[in-house]
């Protein structure tokens, strides 16, 4: 049995100082590959370098980084592009890779070769066979999918195709275990393990001596630029490759035309000299499908980290908004092992429905391998919407004057709900729970403002939001049934808002009481109980029914029309109660009323605040002279 692609656990690896990769010709490669398949003790994996002294320099930066050769945990498919292209052997060499081999042509109806032949696929060829189609109809197929899934292998030419064969039988040396982020877009937390590199660091530190001077795990590299870079600040990760040749007629970046490089070329960091396992490249179009490339092969990025001796390198196809977010899942996925490709893809689901990341190298065997993480949604907390409209609304409508006292604690608030919405805050900055504790903190201060503010002047402009947002808005046909508090039929319906900032508005009318009740939706839900008349002198017991939108703290309160304040007291004038949602619950006040009291019809008006929203529930009641 041979070692390296049917061993027992207990067979021995090359020794430390035997070498792993074994440089041979061309016209080698098919004898020292059936060598390697067929030995029985374990032999170094032949690489083709005739004519590529850029591939046996990354032989050498490879005896770094791996030590020992183990049998690769084999896909459960395997698909060659353009095999008479490749040089003989490399298909040999790959064959370990897959359990089973189809031909080129099942992939032409993809939807009957995954009802036939399901499960994950491994696809190598040359990059230039790596063209939309096929690869962009496998990219979309096995998107988000937990039974397929897509795999590549590739390189410049077929010395390349085989040398990342190659790399796929090697095993990471002990002490290689370094992890880094270098961002030139974030300021991203320090995960401890994880050495985070950004854009201050660009400026105090030689970011071209901590990559290439650290042997790395994995290693993320994030920034702007084209297929043949990526900005770290004033650093550069170059994909020029001194030693293949450019093609005529292909575009190039400054450097292919005798100009100098748009940054400092003593801060340059050739990728292929990167010493790292796994190289992630976190930028828009760091590796193009072959004809959807802008540059010519020479300078682009993604071959040129398949060039050196990373065994995995992730590149994304297209643009994405990789950002926080992804950064922070990146790393949590480096600490636990989990895969590169599918953490980011499940983080970015959420912002658009197409694959950004594709995985050049096998990925880690299963049974070693976290879950893949589900793909995330952007979708924030509904007390974050719902109060996000509120705030909109009472700063941008002219409901409350400029001068008024709430604008500013109201602005404040509004900031915070912005970032909350946006995805790098809400994915990665603060947990939901981080999120509405705070939330939930600052709105319960709010309240107690607005309850206060009204109780102590009920004339307040906040309390003239029905009239303001109901004179902007339309009436919806929907009517409902009601019962008034006076036990009469009555008609609920509401105004929809004409404008973004203007809010619908509810509203309850008995044909006795008038406009009884007012709300936002969302907001408590008030009834006022009382007797019908109370004495000159005497109190009047007041039932506040409320019925509130979610559970939690509530303010409340009770005012009477001015011209009635100076003869009553009210009792409380204003309280708060931790209301469970859902069923209605009651709230007791008193208004006394002072001897000389006119006699006639008064009325009272209840509100209740949460959440910023004011509910209002009036009724009519008469004082009738004492009885003797």
């Known amino acids: 049995m041979n070692a390296v692609t049917g061993q027992r656990p207990d067979r021995p690896h090359p020794g430390p100082d035997s070498p792993l990769f074994r440089p041979v010709t061309y016209g080698q490669l098919p004898g020292a590959v059936k060598e390697f398949l067929e030995a029985a003790e374990p032999t170094a994996v032949p690489v083709p370098v005739e004519g590529r002294a850029d591939l046996a320099q990354s032989v050498e930066l490879a005896?770094?980084?791996?030590?020992?050769?183990?049998?690769?945990?084999?896909?459960?498919?395997?698909?060659?592009?353009?095999?008479?292209?490749?040089?003989?052997?490399?298909?040999?060499?790959?064959?370990?890779?897959a359990r089973a081999w189809v031909?080129?042509?099942?992939?032409?109806?993809?939807?009957?070769?995954?009802?036939?032949?399901?499960?994950t696929l491994l696809v190598i060829g040359g990059y230039d066979r790596l063209n939309l189609d096929p690869?962009?109809?496998?990219?979309?197929?096995?998107?988000?999918s937990r039974e397929y899934g897509l795999t590549l292998l590739s390189g410049r030419d077929g010395a390349s195709v085989a040398w990342n064969v190659a790399k796929q039988y090697a095993r990471?040396?002990?002490?290689?275990?370094?992890?880094?982020?270098?961002?030139?877009?974030?300021?991203?937390?320090?995960?401890?393990?994880?050495?985070?590199?950004?854009?201050r660091d660009f400026e105090r530190a030689d970011i071209q001596a901590e990559i290439l001077g650290t042997r790395?795990?994995?290693?993320?590299?994030?920034?702007?630029?084209?297929?043949?870079?990526?900005?770290?600040?004033e650093f550069t990760i170059c994909g020029l490759n001194h030693e293949v040749p450019a093609r005529p007629g292909l575009l190039g970046p400054r450097c292919a035309y005798g100009l100098p490089c748009y940054k400092p070329e003593d801060k340059l960091v050739p990728l292929s000299r990167v010493e790292a396992?796994?190289?992630?490249?976190?930028?828009?179009?760091?590796?193009?499908?072959?004809?959807?490339?802008?540059?010519?092969?020479?300078?682009?990025?993604?071959?040129?980290?398949?060039?050196?001796?990373?065994?995995?390198?992730?590149?994304?196809?297209?643009?994405?908004?990789?950002?926080?977010?992804?950064?922070?899942?990146?790393?949590?996925?480096?600490l636990t092992g989990a895969d590169s490709v599918d953490t980011l893809n499940a983080s970015l689901a959420g912002s658009h429905p197409y694959p950004a990341f594709m995985r050049f190298g096998l990925p880690q065997a299963p049974?070693?391998?976290?879950?893949?993480?589900?793909?995330?949604?952007?979708?924030?907390?509904?007390?974050?919407?719902?109060?996000?409209?509120?705030?909109?609304?009472?700063?941008?409508?002219?409901?409350?004057?400029?001068?008024?006292?709430?604008?500013?604690?109201?602005?404040?608030?509004?900031?915070?709900?912005?970032?909350?919405?946006?995805?790098?805050?809400?994915?990665?900055?603060?947990?939901?729970?981080?999120?509405?504790?705070?939330?939930?903190?600052?709105?319960?201060?709010?309240?107690?403002?607005?309850?206060?503010?009204?109780?102590?002047?009920?004339?307040?402009?906040?309390?003239?939001?029905?009239?303001?947002?109901?004179?902007?808005?339309?009436?919806?046909?929907?009517?409902?049934?009601?019962?008034?508090?006076?036990?009469?039929?009555?008609?609920?319906?509401?105004?929809?808002?004409?404008?973004?900032?203007?809010?619908?508005?509810?509203?309850?009318?008995?044909?006795?009481?008038?406009?009884?009740?007012?709300?936002?939706?969302?907001?408590?839900?008030?009834?006022?109980?009382?007797?019908?008349?109370?004495?000159?002198?005497?109190?009047?017991?007041?039932?506040?029914?409320?019925?509130?939108?979610?559970?939690?703290?509530?303010r409340l309160g009770l005012f009477v029309p001015t011209y009635l304040r100076e003869d009553t007291v009210v009792e409380p004038a204003t309280t708060r109660v931790r209301a469970s949602g859902g069923q209605p619950e009651d709230v007791a006040f008193r208004v006394r009323f002072a001897p000389a009291t006119a006699p006639q019809a008064y009325y009272f008006t209840v509100f209740a605040v949460q959440d910023l929203a004011v509910s209002t529930a009036r009724r009519h009641f008469g004082v009738v002279p004492r009885r003797a």
């Not at 690869?135 to 988000?144: Q, W």
């Not at 992730?314 to 994405?320: K, N, Q, R, T």
């Not at 705070?438 to 102590?456: G, N, P, R």
């Open 367 to 554: 049974q070693h391998a976290p879950a893949a993480p589900e793909p995330a949604e952007h979708r924030p907390d509904p007390l974050v919407l719902t109060v996000g409209r509120r705030l909109t609304a009472l700063l941008t409508s002219e409901l409350l004057p400029h001068n008024h006292p709430l604008r500013p604690r109201l602005t404040k608030l509004a900031r915070k709900v912005d970032l909350w919405v946006s995805r790098p805050t809400h994915l990665a900055d603060q947990s939901p729970a981080e999120i509405r504790s705070s939330l939930t903190a600052d709105l319960q201060s709010l309240d107690h403002v607005i309850a206060e503010q009204v109780a102590a002047n009920p004339e307040n402009e906040i309390m003239n939001y029905p009239a303001h947002f109901g004179d902007r808005s339309s009436l919806d046909p929907q009517v409902r049934e009601v019962t008034c508090h006076c036990g009469r039929p009555a008609q609920e319906f509401t105004r929809r808002g004409l404008l973004p900032h203007i809010l619908d508005t509810t509203c309850a009318v008995c044909m006795r009481c008038g406009d009884v009740t007012f709300r936002l939706p969302e907001a408590p839900a008030l009834l006022a109980h009382a007797a019908d008349e109370v004495e000159q002198g005497g109190v009047l017991e007041v039932r506040a029914s409320l019925a509130a939108a979610r559970p939690g703290p509530v």
């Open 172 to 199: 990471p040396a002990a002490g290689v275990d370094a992890l880094g982020l270098f961002t030139d877009t974030d300021r991203p937390p320090h995960l401890p393990g994880v050495q985070v590199f950004d854009d």
């Open 63 to 97: 005896s770094r980084l791996y030590t020992g050769l183990q049998r690769p945990h084999p896909l459960d498919l395997g698909v060659v592009l353009g095999a008479e292209q490749l040089p003989e052997g490399v298909a040999a060499l790959a064959r370990p890779l």
């Open 277 to 334: 396992v796994e190289l992630v490249l976190s930028a828009c179009n760091s590796g193009p499908l072959a004809d959807l490339a802008l540059y010519d092969p020479k300078y682009q990025l993604l071959l040129n980290a398949l060039d050196g001796p990373a065994r995995t390198v992730v590149s994304a196809v297209s643009v994405h908004d990789s950002d926080r977010p992804e950064n922070v899942a990146w790393m949590r996925a480096a």
């Open 216 to 233: 790395w795990r994995r290693v993320a590299f994030q920034g702007h630029g084209k297929d043949d870079s990526v900005n770290l600040g």
């Open 103 to 119: 031909a080129e042509e099942e992939l032409a109806d993809l939807a009957a070769f995954h009802a036939r032949r399901p499960g």
């Open 135 to 144: 690869v962009r109809a496998l990219l979309l197929a096995t998107y988000r």
